[in-house]
């Protein structure tokens, strides 16, 4: 009895149902809007350095990261990475041993961070092929190496020059090795172009007599908000080894995208906050109106913890209602911005293209952020009933049938 009574009093006053529903779907609207672009735009931007440097997570050996020591390795034979690739969301898997040596040319030594890679891996991974300038890009079992253009500048090496390489090898060996340069890379950022020597993994390997172990499996997972449940199944599959996520590998770039979710989060609590007033100033003006219908239903017998359930049932149906209208305008305008990311223009947009990413900003469709921003328009809307309904539970009879409603 009291959903049906609930229902027909909802189109009884259609104006007023919609108006606050309107309300309810806006607010979703909106929140939705900013919380999709913004998510997006870090999952984007996640994305695009993990790609550049160092993968979503990383297997190391525990004390690799802080002592970033080549003689802290990890095995690099298929059976170690077994586990990880049973995994669905794990797209990419590459192995890398990177390490510290002396660069020289003929005249001139630099500081060098050596990379030993799988080529073919990190070009499609990395996109690492599409960055070479002069010469070529290797082969996985070439004997060659590429070298940052900024840094063969500086030791006034050219493509089929020979580079020296010197450094300290595995348990203290003597690393040292001439390779010829089949390739200069370019790199937007200075601090990488101008020490980076990227070479295959077998030759690396060979330079500082490590064998078949390398200092880290790298690797990427899909989707970024799967991303923790996937390192925590890791790390009960690597007890012996440390796996790392983004924001620990980056912390300098997981703080800067806390400070800006924080202030994005304080931006969309101004905008609940006006809507939730409008909210709460039309959910009380339908209580003052009805205060007149209310006496009569309590005059008529009906038990004033009932008339409560009833409003707060109506109120459920209004919210139904407006998270439904919400989510039917808000669904396809997300879809579409997820698979047509707007563009960025002007200085920023070239910003990020030099910096070899893609000037996108596109729109995170996922279910956690739907449930997320509806259960916060629920809230909202409960309370915003709060003062109502205790101005009809303080409502005295023979006042509110007079069309005054004082409240007791």
């Known amino acids: 009895m009291l959903l049906k009574l609930a229902w027909r009093n909802l189109w009884r ?5 919609l108006l606050t529903a309107g309300a309810l779907a806006l607010a979703l609207l909106l929140s939705l809007l900013t919380r999709s672009l913004q998510e ?8 695009n350095a993990a790609r550049f440097a160092t993968g979503l997570l990383q297997i190391q050996h525990p004390e690799f990261g802080e002592s970033q020591s080549i003689d802290d390795l990890v095995p690099g034979d298929p059976a170690f990475i077994q586990p990880a690739k049973a995994h669905p969301q794990i797209t990419h898997i590459l192995p890398r041993l990177e390490s510290f040596a002396l660069a020289a040319g003929e005249k001139r030594s630099k500081g060098a961070l050596v990379m030993g890679v799988v080529p073919s891996l990190e070009a499609e991974y990395a996109k690492v092929d599409q960055r070479v300038v002069a010469g070529r890009y290797l082969r996985d079992d070439d004997q060659g190496v590429l070298v940052g253009e900024a840094l063969a500048q500086f030791l006034a090496l050219k493509v089929g020059d020979k580079i020296v390489l010197y450094g300290q090898g595995y348990r203290g060996q003597t690393a040292a090795g001439l390779y010829p340069i089949v390739g200069l890379l370019r790199f937007p950022m200075p601090g990488i172009d101008n020490q980076l020597v990227y070479l295959p993994l077998p030759l690396a390997q060979t330079l500082y007599s490590t064998g078949d172990q390398i200092t ?46 924080a202030g994005g989060v304080f931006m969309i609590g101004l905008l609940y906050g006006v809507v939730g007033f409008g909210l709460f100033a039309t959910l009380l003006m339908m209580t003052l109106e009805r205060q007149r219908e209310f006496g009569v239903m309590l005059a008529t017998g009906m038990v004033r913890q009932k008339l409560l359930v009833l409003v707060m049932i109506e109120s459920a149906f209004i919210a139904v209602i407006g998270v439904a209208l919400g989510l039917l305008i808000a669904l396809p305008i997300l879809l579409w911005l997820h698979a047509n990311p707007i563009t960025l223009g002007g200085d920023t947009g070239e910003m990020i293209r030099q910096m070899g990413w893609d000037p996108l900003l596109p729109a995170m469709v996922e279910p956690w952020l739907f449930g997320q921003q509806i ?10 009933l709060i003062y109502p309904l205790w101005r009809i539970y303080r409502l ?8 005054g409603g004082h409240v007791g």
């Open 216 to 261: 880290a499996w790298v690797l990427h997972a899909t989707p970024l908000s799967a991303l923790p449940d996937t390192a925590q199944a890791l790390v009960g599959e690597y007890p012996g080894q440390r796996v790392r996520d983004w924001a620990d590998l980056a912390p300098e770039m997981a703080q800067q995208i806390a400070l800006d979710r």
């Open 40 to 47: 997006g735009s870090y999952s984007n931007n996640i994305d």
């Open 396 to 403: 005295e009879l023979v006042s509110a049938l007079r069309g």
């Open 375 to 384: 259960a916060i328009v629920l809230l909202m809307l409960a309370l915003c």
């Open 13 to 17: 006053q259609k104006r007023r149902t």
